[in-house]
């Protein structure tokens, strides 16, 4: 929200409103776990730490993390869960059935990432959308 009473109309400053700030804090939280682990190049791509959210909420299959997520494209998918494979996130496994059915689960990697992630995505998605969103 704007800032009251400070700030020039053509440069106005903004602040947190309380609901931000509780997210700002799993935000700042989330980040220095991201960077500890050494995953800021996935982690600033938009659809790979939405995709392991999805993951370890218990999606394993493409098509149960692709409903999860409706927003995403099945290209952006798939490239979201190579990346997170590359990066030692996701383990793939293909079930000896006919037709092959890829798997992903968490890594131990991931694990430890994880309840921070799940924090985060929950404080967001208890947030109330505002007009327009």
Not at 32 to 48: D, I, N, T, Y
Not at 101 to 128: G, H, M
Request: glycine share 10%; aromatic share 6%.
């Amino acid at each position: 929200m704007r800032n009251p009473g400070y700030g020039h109309p053509l440069r106005p400053e903004y602040v947190l409103t309380p609901a931000g700030e509780s997210v700002g804090r799993l935000c700042v939280e989330l980040a220095a776990v991201v960077r500890s682990e050494g995953l800021l190049k996935v982690a600033l791509k938009k659809w790979p730490m939405i995709v392991l959210a999805a993951v370890g909420r218990g999606a394993h299959r493409f098509g149960e993390v692709k409903a999860m997520l409706p927003g995403v494209s099945a290209r952006s998918l798939a490239l979201a869960l190579k990346d997170l494979e590359s990066e030692g996130l996701l383990e793939r496994r293909i079930s000896a059935g006919y037709p092959p059915a890829p798997a992903y689960s968490l890594t131990a990697k991931a694990q430890r990432i994880f309840p921070v992630l799940d924090r985060f995505v929950a404080a967001c998605e208890a947030l109330p959308l505002g007009d327009g969103q």
